[in-house]
C-alpha cells in the first residue's frame, strides 16, 4: 500500500520545492503541478516525494486526524543498505534506538537491516561477480577492469510494518 502525505509548501522554486509537516521539512518535486498553479502555504498530497495534488487546509488537516488515529505503535524498520553505500549500520543502529527513546510511536520498534553485496558485471565476458574490496575491482572470470557496479550502494527504506 502506498501513502499520500498532507503538506504545506513552504518553499516554491519550479520545478521544485519545499514542503512541511508535523515540524518535517522536505525537498518535493513539483513537475506533476502545473506551474504556476501552487503558492507558499497551500496544502499538497506528496507522493513518493512530489506534489500530486493541491488540497485545501481543511481536508489536510483532517488527513492527519485520520492518520494519528490509525497510527499507534511502529514495530518494525526494515532498510536495504549496500556495502558501498557509505553507511555504517552500528552507528545507524545506535541512532535509531536514541530515536527511539523520544518517540512513543518508535518506542518498540526493532530496525531490520538487508545488506546488499557489493556485485559488479564484466563488460567484456558479461559475468557478474561478488567482491570484497571496493577498490579497482577485477572480472574473476578474464580479470578485466572494464566493469559495471550491479548492487552495493543500496540505501533505502524496504517496509515498516505498524499496527493500526
Known amino acids: 500500500m502506498c501513502v499520500g502525505v498532507p503538506m504545506q509548501i513552504t518553499e516554491i522554486n519550479y520545478p521544485a520545492g519545499v514542503a512541511e509537516a508535523k515540524g518535517v521539512k522536505r525537498d518535493i518535486g ?10 507558499i502555504g497551500d496544502h499538497v498530497i506528496v507522493h513518493v ?6 488540497i485545501d487546509r481543511a481536508l489536510a488537516d483532517e488527513i492527519w486526524k485520520s492518520l494519528d488515529e490509525i497510527l499507534r505503535v511502529i514495530n518494525a524498520v526494515k532498510l536495504k543498505i ?17 530515536v527511539k527513546l523520544e518517540h512513543s510511536l518508535l518506542s518498540d520498534a526493532r530496525i531490520v537491516i ?15 561477480f561478488e567482491v570484497d ?3 579497482f575491482p577485477t572480472c574473476s ?17 524496504e517496509n515498516v510494518e505498524m499496527e493500526v
Do not use: R, W
Open 30 to 39: 513539483l513537475q506533476l503541478m502545473p506551474e504556476g498553479s501552487l503558492d
Open 49 to 54: 516525494g512530489f506534489a500530486i495534488e493541491k
Open 82 to 98: 549496500g556495502n558501498m553505500s557509505g553507511i555504517v549500520t552500528d552507528s545507524l543502529i545506535f541512532a535509531f534506538d536514541a
Open 114 to 128: 538487508e545488506e546488499i553485496l557489493t556485485v559488479y558485471e564484466c563488460s567484456n565476458c558479461n559475468s557478474s
Open 133 to 135: 574490496n571496493i577498490y
Open 141 to 157: 572470470n578474464c580479470e578485466s577492469l572494464n566493469v559495471t557496479l550491479i548492487s552495493g550502494e543500496e540505501q533505502h527504506i
